[in-house]
């Protein structure tokens, strides 16, 4: 959703009922990190603009159209900062009567009653994430999370949503989880003069919100797919595909054939097993330290953060880390073979259930573990199908930091059918699964798409190009100066 839209649901107290003496409260607790900028936004007397306040022409990054002026961000932009004001995330709720904004992709990051701790500065702010450069429209009462979310809001001859868009359309470089606002500092804006600020964004608004809309319906197609792929994943581990299955000419409905075991429905011809009964199971060692991403002949090296690039069949492309065969036994690491299943055994990225399959013999890292199928019992693709219908999470030990014992692994009832059963649920699942995610694909592509719309429009709104000027704007550069009149009460 367009963050500028985000807050229209969030019933909390409206920005009209700040009173002055919130706002001035708000003034007198809050200090500008880059003074030179807090200066500039109160300073009324001084009879010239300061020097280096606009970006020399040779500095410049683009043309601009009559009227407009490129201006250093530090000389226009305040930046609220009380670091006793940021809630911990460890003291976020899930309700409360304050939301809270920081600097995660989740546009309200939890909930708090503590007001001591509610922003007091003039709204609306933007929210700029310093580690993760998410930018936040923000027009209500919030409080401010913990550490990297930095709260910024232009001078008077900036229109604050359209130093949100403008932030929006800066290419800061991504340097990971390091800090971003530093880069932020030093880019110039492009500044539109006042009236032509405001149907820029007025302009900009009506085309985020038809593409918001289409995102949307995106979004709903593609939890139905995954509801689909759920449901014939659940189909599958109770012998719906097999000799059994509706689907075969002369077959009888599955549900005439069950037996119960443990409680729940299976085929005659399968049983319930312990998982530790059929699968090996392998962990990691850790990633060694000063050890270059680089790739060889050697073992592929998988982390955590590998699981998400797994193809559409479920298999792992080349790590960007190979060992050789000194390194991995100065590691001690023993490899897991070809075919098997890998996934997060320690942490938050349980939760996402994620699985791949290994292509090729590889070591994986301490936060992942394995399992592989004894083939005498059960083919890998089919163990890696029903590891996608499982919640790992749930077998989480209650610990601060959640993660996964081999030993509860191990004691998991699995669906054994004949090993010439699953490999024909598996011709058949793979079947289906190629169907869903060919059409993933298509949504994949379409949001890619209406990402680039995205971009583009913003592009063209900074360059004057939405057909948004106006004949008798007064030039910016005229409205800066008037700021800095003495005259100017």
């Keep these: 959703m367009d ?15 700040r009173t002055a003496a919130d706002s001035a409260e708000g003034k007198g607790r809050f200090v500008n990190e880059n003074k030179r ?44 900062f009380e670091r006793k004001k940021q809630l911990p995330k460890k003291k976020y709720r899930k309700e409360g009567r304050l939301p809270v904004v920081d600097q995660g992709q989740p546009f309200i990051a939890g909930y708090t009653d503590q007001e001591e701790f509610r922003f007091s500065g003039d709204l609306p702010v933007v929210i700029f994430g310093d580690h993760t450069r998410c930018i936040k429209w923000v027009d209500f009462d919030f409080v401010a999370g913990a550490e990297g979310t930095k709260i910024l809001r232009p001078v008077s001859f900036i229109d604050p949503k359209y130093f949100y868009y403008l932030l929006k359309n800066i290419p800061l470089p991504d340097r990971g989880y390091s800090r971003h606002f530093k880069y932020l500092k030093k880019m110039p804006l492009a500044v539109a003069p006042m009236p032509e600020q405001k149907r820029i964004v007025e302009k900009i608004d009506l085309f985020m919100r038809k593409i918001e809309r289409a995102k949307m319906l995106i979004a709903e197609v593609k939890e139905s797919l995954a509801l689909r792929k759920a449901g014939l994943l659940q189909k599958a581990f109770i012998g719906y595909f097999g000799p059994n299955g509706p689907e075969d000419e002369g077959g009888e409905e599955t549900s005439s054939a069950i037996a119960r075991q443990n409680g729940r429905p299976l085929p005659e011809n399968w049983k319930w097993v312990p998982l530790g009964s059929v699968v ?16 060889g002949m050697g073992y592929p090296f998988y982390k ?108 998991i009832p699995f669906p ?3 090993l010439e059963e699953q490999k024909r649920i598996v011709r058949t699942l793979d079947g289906l699964v190629k169907k869903l995610e060919a059409e993933r694909r298509r949504l994949l592509e379409a949001e890619e798409a209406l990402g680039l719309l995205e971009r583009s429009i913003l592009d063209r709104a900074f360059r004057g190009k939405l057909g948004t000027a106006g004949e008798k704007d007064e030039p910016i550069v005229l409205q800066v100066k008037k700021t800095f009149s003495p005259s100017r009460k």
């Design 416 to 418: 054994l059918p004949p």
């Design 280 to 295: 090996h199971f392998y962990t990691g060692s850790p990633f060694p330290s000063g050890l270059e991403k680089g790739k």
């Design 37 to 80: 900028c807090l200066k500039l936004a109160k300073e009324k007397s001084r009879e010239k603009i300061p020097d280096g306040f606009f970006v020399p022409k040779e500095m410049e990054p683009y043309p601009l159209p009559e009227g407009w002026a490129w201006v250093f961000f530090d000389k226009v932009v305040i930046h609220y």
């Design 304 to 411: 955590v953060g590998d699981l998400k690039y797994a193809d559409e069949n479920g298999y792992l492309s080349e790590a960007e880390i190979t060992v050789d065969e000194k390194t991995r036994k100065r590691m001690k690491a023993n490899p897991v073979p070809e075919g098997t299943v890998i996934f997060a055994k320690i942490g938050e990225a349980i939760r996402l259930n994620r699985r791949a399959i290994v292509p090729r013999p590889a070591c994986i890292d301490s936060n992942l573990m394995g399992m592989k199928a004894d083939e005498r019992y059960v083919d890998d693709k089919f163990l890696f199908y029903w590891s996608l219908k499982e919640d790992f999470f749930r077998y989480t030990r209650a610990t601060s930091v959640p993660s996964i014992r081999k030993s509860t692994l191990t004691a």
């Design 3 to 17: 963050d500028s839209k985000r807050g229209e649901g969030i019933k909390i107290s409206p920005v009209s009922n």
